[in-house]
């Protein structure tokens, strides 16, 4: 594995708006993944997409909502995306524009498959994550499959239902409510998840078709995919992997970690020497800056920022935190408090 899943700022913070909405107590979920606010400010910088799924499935955990993800994904703006919803748009065909949508949603989001195939008169729009750093991701299915939803009911009409829906996870107790949306058969337990309807719809015009817009939008689309084709090394990825786990309160032991990432132990911790680094040197860093970021972003008490990171003890979390950066968890945030009261003043 050399490259892990990102995902466009624009994404995360349309993402969290809805969520915080809907769930006010969600609010400094961010800093609980290791995300600063101050990354979110530019829209198209890109995040490491484990941050935004351990998010969506954090929320879910804690609110006891297993369709959370989909309730989100109902709501999104199409516009959050980008220029890709432009795209989309200004297309000529329905299957133009999922083609282009296909063709360019690296620009949103990396290290995941979507596309578009068509076999005995049905069409399948399907989408799947690939990154193994992504432990979770049974909320992202059901967000990112409403929001296709969404955007083929705009260019379709109101009145346009799926064929079927298909999901990579199991229905739970949730069938009812994945019935009352989506309107038609459902199956769970595929290999990805997909959107089936009529091939023939491909061939629907847009209404808002614009060809000379369109091609503009891809060549800039095209340039922007090229910049951005420097991913995220092994280190990262696993920093992420480690984040996201965190963020769920699950084990970030390193056998856990090999398995997820397709080693063995041996092999993982060689790759990772390979890159001149150690996997609890990473732990220790990434719990450090997710503290960091939770001391200065929320009011989440330190015994329990300790216990969220996996510490045992307070006092383990202190002494970790003090030797990395200089002060105790509470000597930060008190200073980190007092710099802000002054510059406000």
């Known amino acids: 594995m050399s490259s892990s899943g990102t995902i466009t700022a624009g994404a995360v913070q349309e993402l969290l708006s809805a969520l915080v909405r809907l769930r006010p107590e969600s609010t400094g979920i961010n800093a609980r993944a290791g995300i600063p606010r101050a990354k979110l400010d530019d829209s198209a910088e890109m995040l490491p997409l484990a941050a935004f799924t351990s998010m969506l499935e954090a929320a879910a955990h804690e609110s006891g909502n297993r369709t959370l993800g989909l309730e989100l994904g109902k709501d999104f703006r199409l516009a959050a995306l980008g220029p890709i919803s432009d795209l989309v748009h200004s297309a000529q065909t329905v299957g133009d524009a999922l083609e282009s949508f296909n063709r360019f949603f690296a620009c949103v989001q990396t290290n995941t498959h979507t596309t578009l195939s068509v076999s005995d008169g049905f069409a399948r729009l399907s989408y799947a ?29 109101r009145s346009w239902r799926p064929i079927g829906v298909e999901f990579e996870h199991n229905a739970g107790d949730d069938l009812p409510f994945y019935q009352q949306h989506f309107d038609c ?24 078709a614009d060809r000379n817009r369109h091609a503009r939008l891809r060549v800039d689309l095209a340039e922007a995919m ?4 420097k991913l995220l090394d092994l280190v990262r990825g696993v920093e992420a992997w480690i984040a996201a ?60 920022i300790a216990l969220q ?37």
């Open 226 to 229: 090229q910049r951005r084709a």
């Open 245 to 304: 786990s965190l963020c769920r309160s699950v084990s970030t032991d390193i056998e856990v970690a090999a398995g997820d990432f397709g080693m063995s132990t041996r092999s993982f911790q060689r790759k990772l020497a390979d890159h001149g680094a150690n996997y609890l040197d990473i732990r220790n860093r990434v719990r450090s800056d997710i503290a960091r970021c939770m001391l200065i972003e929320t009011s989440v008490p330190v015994t329990s």
């Open 185 to 208: 058969p459902l199956r769970f337990g595929r290999r990805d998840n997909a959107l089936l309807f009529s091939a023939r719809l491909l061939e629907a015009p847009v209404p808002w």
């Open 129 to 157: 994550i690939q990154d193994p750093a992504i432990r979770f991701r049974e909320q992202d299915a059901g967000f990112s499959l409403a929001i296709e939803y969404s955007m083929l009911k705009g260019l379709l009409g």
């Open 309 to 345: 990171l996996g510490y045992s003890e307070t006092s383990a979390f202190s002494r970790g935190f003090k030797s990395l950066v200089g002060e105790t968890p509470v000597e930060f945030r008190k200073r980190q408090r007092g710099v802000e009261a002054a510059a406000a003043a």
